[in-house]
């Protein structure tokens, strides 16, 4: 047996290297009451709170913060709790935990090196949000950029699912009302043909709508460009159904038969529209249209934003429901998929000593990361507002 000789390296004395032992860190987190006119959901759910301050943390709760998502003061107090109706007070926590981003006149009232973490919303930001972040030299997370081991992005994967899902419920609901609808049973009854739908996107939002429907009996035709995505979404639902490129012939003779048309496209910016007002107009009357792209500008020409107050509106004799963020329709069901996601993630924070450590430790959080005590180092960002960008890596190491 022949020996391998150790190299002239391997022979010089090397350096011990010693691990150094982390120290966790306690984290006091306040969550104010969302104020946007659409938002019902919450970050953190009872239980999350309960976990949270067994840990050792403090959560300080504006009074009525969970209230739109059926989680009383109360409840949040036996959990562990500080409940106040002084939104400074919350506000001056060290760690913000919020769905929608903050306000500038929120971000006014926080403490200079804040760590925020919060949805970001880029479509609907404006470059002086931005700005006022750097002023009071924030570290900003956002739910949309953290990543999974596997790289794919949890929270954005559990919200398109619930969105997925509810735009077959909301269709369903649609189908019977009395001044429009067809009056339809979105099911496979003996006798009766199945509901048609037409499925616009091969992506989650798209996988557990067609999931839904076929579970409820219907007929279902999913478009994509994408074979892979297409291919993907058979092997998944473990059966063959109807997939197609994006081919207009082939689309309006789909649209012409179909009860209901979901948009579930995704675009790099603006969600490509591949529905025509010409298709729309060559639809069944009292078909349902639910644009789940309606976010990043609806994939239906036809297409405007709607509200919960009033959701839908009649084109050329088509039911449409435009209405953004769908998943805060679900409010209870969406608080309990951002808690279970976030949760996990605060105490591997405390567990690391601290943000700054976390952020060196998980490349998946340090992904969040869009700016660090101010410095901005999310790269699509500073393209979109013209800002100035640093490389998180030459910062954080």
């Known amino acids: 047996m022949s020996l391998t000789p150790f190299t002239k390296q391997q022979l010089l004395p090397q350096e011990e290297k010693l691990e150094i032992a982390r120290h966790k860190s306690e984290l006091f987190i306040g969550i104010p009451k969302e104020n946007s006119y659409l938002e019902r959901r919450i970050c953190l759910t009872p239980d999350a709170v309960s976990s949270l301050c067994s840990h050792g943390h403090r959560i300080l709760i504006e009074s009525g913060a969970g209230l739109s998502a059926s989680y009383s003061d109360k409840e949040y107090s036996d959990a562990g709790a500080e409940v106040t ?3 400074k007070k919350v506000l001056g926590c060290p760690i913000i935990l919020k769905v929608e981003p903050l306000t500038i006149p929120e971000i006014e009232m926080i403490n200079p090196q804040t760590i925020v973490i919060s949805a970001v919303q880029i479509k609907t930001r404006r470059k002086e949000y931005f700005e ?16 999974d081991d596997d790289g794919s992005f949890p929270a954005v994967k559990s919200l398109s699912e619930i969105a997925g899902t509810a735009s077959i419920l909301i269709a369903s609901e649609l189908m019977i009302t009395n001044h429009s609808g ?14 048609d739908v037409v499925i616009l996107g091969a992506g989650t939002v798209g996988e ?5 429907a076929l579970g409820l009996g219907a007929s279902v035709k999913v478009f994509d460009n994408s074979i892979t995505k297409l291919r993907r979404l058979q092997n998944t639902l473990n059966q063959r159904i109807f997939t197609s490129t994006i081919q207009p012939k082939s689309l309006l003779k789909a649209l012409r038969r179909c009860d209901v048309a979901i948009g579930a496209m995704r675009g790099t910016e603006r969600c490509p529209v591949v529905v025509s007002e010409t298709m729309v107009e060559n639809m069944k009357k009292g078909a349902v249209i639910v644009d789940v792209s309606i976010d990043t500008g609806g994939c239906f020409e036809t297409s ?3 509200t919960h107050d009033k959701p839908t509106f009649v084109k050329s004799g088509v039911i449409h429901y435009c209405v953004p963020n769908i998943p805060s329709r679900y409010a209870k069901t969406a608080s309990l ?10 105490i591997r924070i405390a567990e690391d000593g601290g943000i700054e450590s976390a952020i060196r430790c998980n490349n998946g959080l340090k992904h969040g990361v869009y700016m660090y005590h101010g410095i901005l180092t999310n790269k699509p960002i500073g393209d979109w507002f013209g800002l100035p960008v640093s490389d998180i890596n030459l910062i954080v190491f």
Do not use: C, W
Request: aromatic share 10%.
């Open 85 to 87: 109706a002084d939104v």
């Open 304 to 306: 405007e934003v709607t």
């Open 208 to 212: 557990f709508a067609a999931r839904t």
């Open 182 to 195: 067809k009056g339809l049973l979105f099911g496979n009854i003996t006798g009766v043909p199945p509901t």
């Open 337 to 346: 998929s951002i808690s279970n996601i976030i949760t996990p993630y605060l």
């Open 132 to 147: 006022a972040l750097s002023k009071k030299k924030v570290t900003a997370l956002a739910f949309e950029y953290i990543q």
